[in-house]
């Protein structure tokens, strides 16, 4: 599953990078063989999961990334194979229909990033059931959680960001998404199954220097706003006046995310 381009993943990725919570990285990685580990990625994008923890881990990991998209696991495998890692393999698969038919039994840990707000509450469900089945340990990072502020504000920031999460809870390939609600409930479902779980913040900071990222998040954010009742006009001047922010160095926009780890207590 994917749903995105490898161009916006490579102008997210050092967003992402930057805002991953290390102390919820670093309980998981307790929880990884410190020789030969290998770990499975689910909805791997361009490979984002690498660029994080590559650096944290030992010189022989080896991942298996899957994804829905071919064209990203091409661009993921081109950029670490043989690069700082082990053995990566990939393996193009509907998550959503077969997850169940991943090899649970023959990794060492699980990890995903940006991906638990797209599923629905019965997948969720299904994966953690997986995990917990398999007895691993599991990363979730960057799962957005609805949180948005701009500085300065603007007055229809409000309006856009409820349309934003308005839309986090269509179907995305996974039946009606759990959007912001997914992290919380992704963590009760664990702990529900005995697991224990670290979690912690990872919000974006975006900054003035961020303006190619700028223009394209806000650019796809304003189709949601005139969908969700915002005029055009009104819309076109929420989007400019923050790019104008941005470019006279006064802008500032977080946007929340949350990690978790969680393991078998």
């Known amino acids: 599953m994917s749903g995105f381009s490898s161009e916006w993943l490579a102008l997210r990725e050092p967003l992402d990078v930057a805002a991953r919570d290390r102390t919820v990285e670093a309980a998981f990685l307790e929880h990884v063989p410190a020789a030969a580990p ?3 990625d689910l909805a791997s994008g361009a490979g984002s999961t690498v660029a994080a923890l590559k650096d944290h881990l030992p010189e022989d990991t080896g991942w298996l990334l899957t994804d829905h998209d071919p064209a990203l696991l091409e661009v993921a495998a081109s950029r670490w194979r043989g690069k700082s890692t082990g053995d990566l393999s990939v ?12 090899p649970f039994a023959g990794v060492d840990a699980l990890s995903t990033s940006a991906f638990l707000d797209l599923v629905s509450e019965p997948f969720l469900q ?15 990072s960057l799962t957005y959680d609805g949180r948005i502020g701009f500085e300065p504000a603007a007055p229809l920031d409000e309006a ?5 999460n308005d839309d986090q809870l269509s179907d995305k390939g996974f039946g009606n998404a759990l959007g912001p609600g997914a992290a919380p409930r992704a963590v009760e479902l664990f702990k529900a199954s005995g697991y224990n779980v670290v979690q ?8 003035p220097s961020d303006t190619g990222f700028l223009e394209e998040f806000l650019g ?9 009742g915002a005029t055009r006009e009104d819309v076109e001047a929420w989007r ?3 790019l104008e922010q941005a470019k006279s160095g006064r802008f500032r926009c977080t946007v929340g995310h949350i990690d978790f780890a969680a393991f078998p207590g």
């Not at 393996?91 to 991943?102: H, K």
């Not at 299904?126 to 979730?140: D, E, M, Q, T, Y």
């Not at 856009?160 to 934003?164: E, W």
């Not at 954010?221 to 969700?228: A, K």
Request: proline share 2%; hydrophobic share 45%.
């Open 220 to 228: 796809g954010w304003s189709r949601l706003g005139t969908r969700y």
């Open 240 to 242: 400019t006046g923050h």
């Open 160 to 164: 856009m960001r409820n349309a934003l």
């Open 38 to 40: 290998r770990i499975l």
């Open 126 to 140: 299904r994966l953690v059931n997986c995990v917990v089945g398999a007895g691993k340990p599991f990363l979730a």
């Open 91 to 102: 393996l193009q698969i509907d998550l959503a229909g077969d997850v169940e038919a991943l």
């Open 200 to 207: 912690g913040r990872s919000d974006w900071q975006i900054g």
